[in-house]
């Protein structure tokens, strides 16, 4: 069975700094997707980055980068120039073949100091 | 894109009663989904529901307790059953977009009391 380990429950960044969050993932299957999903107070999931893993490159969303290392199972979300409306719990989430499912990792909460 | 839309968004339930969860897709979508989020916590998958088809639950989930029911490929509803306080949580629907995404609706806050 797949799983998703998100190591870091809290993390916090000045503002326009760059926060780096952790991700490693457990499968036996060559083909998956990989997400980052962005939870505001307001509950509403929003999809920040995907990444396909059967392309070397990493995705790249504006301020909102990955570092997938396919080998070593990790997949982390680098945000720059952070802001304060970035301010959330983030989710790494595991896309199960082409099924839409997801599995979803604990979560981190994001501060951003102002 | 898909536009999701749930609700109630938030409901105080007494235990022992039931609640229905609507979820309408502005678009048609083969695959839809029903998770919980604890308070505090990650989001746990309830159940796949296709159309046509019973749902599929994950392990922990049984039909009577969160029947689900997909009459067609835009609108699905998830009933909480004999609620108690341990039921207390965000539920949330998604649908598959392609085979690659998953957009979701806006939960629905239960509190039971």
């Known amino acids: 069975a797949q799983t998703v380990t998100q190591s870091q429950p809290e993390m916090s960044v000045q503002e326009a700094e760059t926060v780096t969050l952790s991700c490693t993932y457990d499968?036996?299957?060559?083909?998956?997707?990989l997400f980052w999903y962005k939870q505001p107070p307001s509950r509403q999931m929003i999809l920040v980055i995907r990444q396909e893993a059967y392309k070397q490159q990493n995705a790249t969303e504006n301020r909102f980068s990955v570092n997938f290392q396919k080998a070593a199972k990790s997949f982390s979300l680098k945000i720059s120039d952070s802001q304060l409306g970035d301010a959330a719990m983030y989710f790494c989430?595991?896309?199960?073949?082409?099924?839409?499912?997801?599995?979803f990792g604990q979560g981190t909460t994001l501060q951003v100091k102002p | 894109s898909a536009v999701i839309s749930q609700k109630p968004s938030r409901d105080i339930c007494q235990r022992g009663t039931s609640l229905t969860i609507q979820c309408q897709v502005d678009?048609?979508?083969?695959?839809m989904f029903w998770y919980r989020q604890q308070p505090g916590q990650s989001l746990t998958l309830i159940a796949t529901a296709n159309q046509g088809s019973e749902a599929t639950y994950e392990s922990g989930f049984v039909i009577d307790k969160f029947p689900i029911s997909r009459p067609n490929l835009t609108f699905s509803t998830l009933t909480v059953s004999n609620m108690s306080p341990e039921d207390s949580s965000i539920y949330l629907c998604?649908?598959?977009?392609?085979?690659?995404?998953?957009?979701f609706g806006q939960g629905t806050r239960l509190t039971v009391v």
């Open positions: 499968t036996s299957e060559s083909d998956y997707y």
């Open positions: 678009s048609q979508v083969t695959m």
């Open positions: 989430a595991y896309g199960v073949g082409n099924t839409g499912k997801l599995i």
């Open positions: 998604s649908a598959e977009w392609g085979g690659t995404e998953a957009f």
